[in-house]
C-alpha cells in the first residue's frame, strides 16, 4: 500500500470509525422500547417518518442525548472538554517536536537567533483560546440546537386500536417556566408527532393552558391528539398533577392558588363529589406519597415512573426499584409525564392504556374513562414504556464512561433504516474528506514547483 493511500485512508478515519460503529451495533442489536417497569422488551415499534431518516445521524443522536440525566449530561460535557484538551496538547507537542529548532533551541530570554519570542508565545495563547472559545460555542449550539430548532420526532406504534398513549404531564406558555412561544396549539403539535393520542394540560396554578386548549379538540377522540384538563398544583407542599376540570378543585385551592387543601377535597368527595385524581410527580421526596382511599380521598392514584425532565430521569432511574415497590405496596399506578415545556424534540416515555371503545369516545368521555381506569384498576392501569439508555446506576466509573458508553448504545438501538442513513451520509462525508485532501495536495505540488528563473 502506498503512502498516498495510508494518508488517506487516515483521514478518512472518522467516517471509517462511524462505518464500523455501525456495522457492529447490527451484531449486537438492543431494542429502543422497553417496559420501565421490568425492563423487558417492549412489544411496540417505533415510528420514523422519511424526513428523520434523511436525517437520522443528528436527529439520532439528539435524541440519545435528550433523555439522559443531569449527571449523564455533566458526564458528557466533562469527557468531551478533556478529549478536546488532549488532542490540542498533542497538537501543540507535535508542532514543537517538528519545529526545524526543536523545543530547546536558542536563548530563554529571547535574544538568540533561535528562541520563541515572546510575541510568537502570546500569539500561541491567542489562537489556542480561540479555538477554545470556538470549541465551547460548537457543543453549547449542539445542545442548544437539540432543544430549540424544528425537527422531526419519533413516536410509538401500539398496534391495537383499543391501546391508548396519553401523556399525564405538560405545560403551554402559561407555566411561568415555558417557552413563551409554546401555546396550547404547538403542545398538541409535539404530542401528535410524538405518537400520543392524548395529552393533559397540567400548567403550574393556571388552567389558562387548558383554555386554550378545548375548543380546538376533535369531535371524536380518535380523529386526533386530544389535550385534557389539569394542573399542577402543590397537595402537602409537593407537586401534584390534578386531573379533570377545575371546578372539582378550585375551592380547595388557597388565595396563591398554589396549594390545595385535602381536608376540603375530602369534604367534598364525601358530600357525593366526583372522586379527584391526583398523580405524585418526580422528582421529588418518596416519603410524602399517600394513596387515594375511600376513607382519605385526598391522597394520589398514581406516581410518575419516567419524568421526561434531566432531573425527573436521574431520579426516576436511581430510585426506580423503590417508586416500584411503593406503588405495589399502595396499589398505585404507574405513569409517565413528559413534563414538557416546550424544548427539545424527543419523547421518554409513553403510558399506554387499554381502554376499548376509546377512539369514538369525545373527549369529556375519554378523560372521565382514563380517570375511572386509574381509580379501578390502580397498579395495573397504565403500563410505562420508555426508551431504553445505559444509567450508571451509582457507579463512578460508568458514569466516567458515558459518553463511549452511550455512543455505542446508540448505534445498537439503530432500526435497519437509520443503519441505512448512517451509512449515506458516512459515505457522503469520506467523498468530501478525500476530496478536501486532492485539493491540498495538488496546492502543494503547484507550490514545490520552482518559478522559472
Known amino acids: 500500500m502506498s503512502w498516498r493511500s495510508l494518508r488517506t485512508l487516515w483521514r478518512c478515519r472518522w467516517p471509517?470509525?462511524?462505518?464500523?460503529?455501525?456495522?457492529?451495533?447490527?451484531?449486537?442489536?438492543?431494542?429502543?422500547?422497553?417496559?420501565?417497569?421490568?425492563?423487558?422488551?417492549?412489544?411496540?415499534?417505533?415510528?420514523?417518518?422519511?424526513?428523520?431518516?434523511?436525517?437520522?445521524?443528528?436527529?439520532?443522536?439528539?435524541?440519545?442525548?435528550?433523555?439522559?440525566?443531569?449527571?449523564?449530561?455533566?458526564?458528557?460535557?466533562?469527557?468531551?472538554?478533556?478529549?478536546?484538551?488532549?488532542?490540542?496538547?498533542?497538537?501543540?507537542?507535535?508542532?514543537?517536536?517538528?519545529?526545524?529548532?526543536?523545543?530547546?533551541?536558542?536563548?530563554?530570554?529571547?535574544?538568540?537567533?533561535?528562541?520563541r519570542r515572546p510575541r510568537s508565545r502570546l500569539r500561541g495563547v491567542v489562537v489556542e483560546t480561540l479555538r477554545g472559545a470556538a470549541a465551547t460555542l460548537l457543543l453549547v449550539g449542539f445542545y442548544a440546537g437539540g432543544m430549540l430548532l424544528p425537527r422531526p420526532m419519533t413516536g410509538i406504534d401500539l398496534g391495537d386500536p383499543d391501546l391508548l398513549a396519553v401523556d399525564f404531564h405538560s405545560h403551554t406558555n402559561h407555566s411561568h417556566d415555558g417557552w413563551e412561544a409554546f401555546t396550547a396549539a404547538r403542545n398538541r403539535a409535539w404530542h401528535e408527532a410524538g405518537g400520543f393520542d392524548a395529552a393533559y394540560v397540567t400548567d403550574h396554578y393556571t388552567w389558562e393552558g387548558v383554555d386554550d386548549a378545548l375548543p380546538a379538540n376533535p369531535a371524536r377522540a380518535g380523529d386526533r391528539t386530544v389535550l385534557l384538563s389539569g394542573a399542577e398544583l402543590r397537595l402537602r407542599d409537593h407537586h401534584t398533577n390534578v386531573l379533570g376540570d377545575r371546578s372539582r378543585y378550585v375551592f380547595a385551592l388557597d388565595d396563591t392558588w398554589h396549594h390545595l387543601n385535602g381536608d376540603s377535597l375530602s369534604a367534598a368527595h364525601q358530600r357525593g363529589g366526583r372522586p379527584p385524581a391526583m398523580l405524585y410527580t418526580i422528582p421529588g421526596r418518596l416519603d410524602g406519597i399517600v394513596a387515594f382511599s375511600q376513607e382519605f380521598p385526598a391522597g394520589v392514584v398514581g406516581v410518575e415512573l419516567n419524568d421526561g425532565a434531566?432531573?425527573?430521569?436521574?431520579?426516576?432511574?436511581?430510585?426506580?426499584?423503590?417508586?416500584?415497590?411503593?406503588?405495589?405496596?399502595?396499589?398505585?399506578?404507574?405513569?409517565?409525564?413528559?413534563?414538557?415545556?416546550?424544548?427539545?424534540?424527543?419523547?421518554?416515555?409513553?403510558?399506554?392504556?387499554?381502554?376499548?371503545?376509546?377512539?369514538?369516545?369525545?373527549?369529556?368521555?375519554?378523560?372521565?374513562?382514563?380517570?375511572?381506569?386509574?381509580?379501578?384498576?390502580?397498579?395495573?392501569?397504565?403500563?410505562?414504556?420508555?426508551?431504553?439508555?445505559?444509567?450508571?446506576?451509582?457507579?463512578?466509573?460508568?458514569?466516567?464512561?458515558?459518553?463511549?458508553?452511550l455512543l455505542w448504545e446508540h448505534f445498537r438501538m439503530l432500526a435497519p433504516l437509520e443503519r441505512l442513513s448512517w451509512l449515506a451520509w458516512a459515505g457522503l462525508w469520506a467523498a468530501a474528506v478525500r476530496r478536501r485532501g486532492a485539493r491540498r495536495g495538488a496546492r502543494s505540488s503547484d507550490g514545490s514547483r520552482s518559478p522559472p528563473g
Open 16 to 115: 471509517a470509525a462511524a462505518v464500523a460503529l455501525v456495522v457492529a451495533g447490527a451484531f449486537w442489536p438492543q431494542p429502543v422500547l422497553q417496559d420501565a417497569a421490568t425492563l423487558e422488551a417492549a412489544p411496540f415499534a417505533r415510528t420514523l417518518g422519511l424526513a428523520y431518516l434523511a436525517g437520522a445521524p443528528l436527529f439520532g443522536l439528539w435524541d440519545s442525548l435528550s433523555v439522559v440525566a443531569t449527571s449523564q449530561h455533566l458526564a458528557v460535557v466533562g469527557a468531551l472538554t478533556a478529549w478536546y484538551v488532549v488532542c490540542r496538547l498533542a497538537a501543540c507537542w507535535r508542532r514543537r517536536r517538528n519545529s526545524p529548532l526543536g523545543a530547546g533551541a536558542g536563548a530563554v530570554d529571547g535574544s538568540g537567533p533561535g528562541s
Open 310 to 405: 434531566p432531573r425527573g430521569l436521574e431520579q426516576s432511574r436511581e430510585q426506580r426499584g423503590e417508586i416500584l415497590a411503593l406503588a405495589d405496596s399502595l396499589n398505585l399506578a404507574v405513569v409517565a409525564g413528559a413534563n414538557l415545556h416546550g424544548w427539545g424534540r424527543t419523547v421518554a416515555a409513553w403510558s399506554v392504556m387499554r381502554l376499548p371503545g376509546w377512539q369514538g369516545m369525545t373527549p369529556d368521555a375519554l378523560g372521565a374513562a382514563v380517570e375511572v381506569a386509574l381509580h379501578r384498576d390502580r397498579r395495573d392501569a397504565v403500563t410505562v414504556v420508555e426508551r431504553r439508555m445505559p444509567y450508571h446506576d451509582g457507579s463512578g466509573v460508568r458514569l466516567a464512561a458515558t459518553a463511549p458508553w
